[in-house]
């Protein structure tokens, strides 16, 4: 499979004088993209419908370090269809999650002013909460039927996914099955 190089498109909307001593106006965007798909077996087939959605929901900014969270089935897939951005790998039943949430424990009240999370999962709650408590914009990103109550009341807005894609005939058969 040949990787296409496809990139968000991106505004320029200035710089604002930041809190918490940051330099620049910066924003984290936080993708669990097993939550976006509908779960680990679904990354490959609709991966260019995640990001393209996510693209319309969140324009990408000068500045803006996204970081996508995935399983290890899905890294290959996601690597060649979502590039520029920095991937975090983690197995098991919450890995996606996991890896991002130690995304979060890197000091991001002082290098960010804003940050996206692209998942309804109440494991960011708490983590999100504190961003906010600390004076950092937070969105949640999610699909309206998936989204902890927690979650919703720890961000400061929250906006909603469309529909997931339905999964075509067969789409549950992986390379490795085939092979």
Known sequence: MACD?????????????????????????????ENVVGGSAEVGEHIGWAKATVGRLVSARPGDHVVVGCGPSGLLELGCTWTHVRYVVRSGPDGADLALLEVLEENIARRFT??????????????IGGLAARGIRTTVVAHRDGLSRVLELAAHTVNFLPDRPTPRPGSAVTHKEVA
């Open 5 to 33: 190089s496809f990139t968000m498109p991106i505004k320029d909307t200035g710089r604002r004088s930041l809190q918490n001593g940051a330099v620049g106006q910066r924003r984290m965007v936080l993708v669990d993209i």
């Open 114 to 127: 804003e940050l996206v999370l692209v998942s309804g999962d109440g494991i960011f709650a708490d983590a």
